[in-house]
């Protein structure tokens, strides 16, 4: 069973929605009512749903089909859809010039295998989106993680779950190896997991989304937008086609 499809269930208990991610999506949106959006590793779809309840045009995709089916089992609004899908293939279902905003959230760009797929896949949300439009991404801060051998994340737990996350010592194929260990407190069924992240760094991707002609690249520590330092891990950026 894959990582994600095993933790399915439990997802929304791990991470559930925060009103400052679904705000700095907001603010990124000039007019609602003539706003197309897609957001890449849509999971379980709340993002989407915020988002496609203020009248915007929403197109969720994810590789898991377990979360799709808990996505398009939540929201079912007219304006809201999911489908699973790779992001390497985005320009070839959609074509150029098809959305104003891409969203790619929740570290969901590390997860491609090497530099050549994450800037492929750059390339490709760049050919979607419009004249004027924006790309919003959130990882985390790699350079602040391999410098300070930061081996664990922060433990998530509330009344329902607790999920640890660990870095390994090893690496494999230039890629991080990520531990993570969910129990599930009314049941006490424990699901351990791994899989690789390829640790992207901030000088990284912004080079390769200049290379791909963005403009106006601005890096943050939160979705608050408080500008970029180095001691963070979450890494947010914003970047648009608009000069």
């Not at 859809?81 to 279902?93: R, T």
């Not at 760049?126 to 004027?132: E, Q, R, S």
């Not at 690496?171 to 531990?179: G, K, T």
């Amino acid at each position: 069973m894959s990582f994600y499809k095993s933790i399915s269930k439990s997802y929304d208990n791990i991470f559930p929605l925060k009103a400052g991610m679904v705000n700095y999506v907001l603010d990124s949106i000039s007019d609602y009512s003539s706003c197309r959006l897609l957001d890449i590793g849509c999971a379980t779809g709340h993002m989407a749903g915020a988002i496609g309840a203020k009248g915007v045009e929403v197109i969720g995709i994810d590789l898991d089909s377990e979360m799709i089916k808990y996505a398009a089992k939540n929201f079912q609004e007219d304006n809201i859809s999911f489908q699973v899908m790779d992001m390497l293939k985005i320009e070839e279902k959609w074509g150029n010039n098809s959305f104003d905003i891409v969203t790619c959230f929740g570290n969901t760009l590390v997860h491609l295998t090497n530099e050549e797929e994450i800037f492929e896949a750059l390339k490709n949300m760049k050919a979607i989106l419009k004249a004027k439009g924006k790309l919003l991404i959130q990882i985390l801060n790699y350079q602040y993680i391999l410098d300070k051998s930061i081996r664990e994340l922060p433990i998530i737990e509330n009344e329902y779950i607790k999920f640890e996350r660990f870095y390994s010592e090893q690496i494999r194929d230039e890629r991080l190896i990520f531990e993570t260990r969910l129990t599930i407190k009314d049941t006490g069924e424990i699901i351990s997991n791994e899989i690789y992240l390829y640790p992207l760094l901030e000088k990284q991707l912004n080079n390769y989304l200049e290379k791909l002609g963005f403009r106006n690249i601005r890096f943050y520590k939160n979705f608050n937008r408080e500008p970029a330092s180095y001691n963070h891990l979450p890494l947010v950026l914003e970047a648009s086609l608009d000069e």
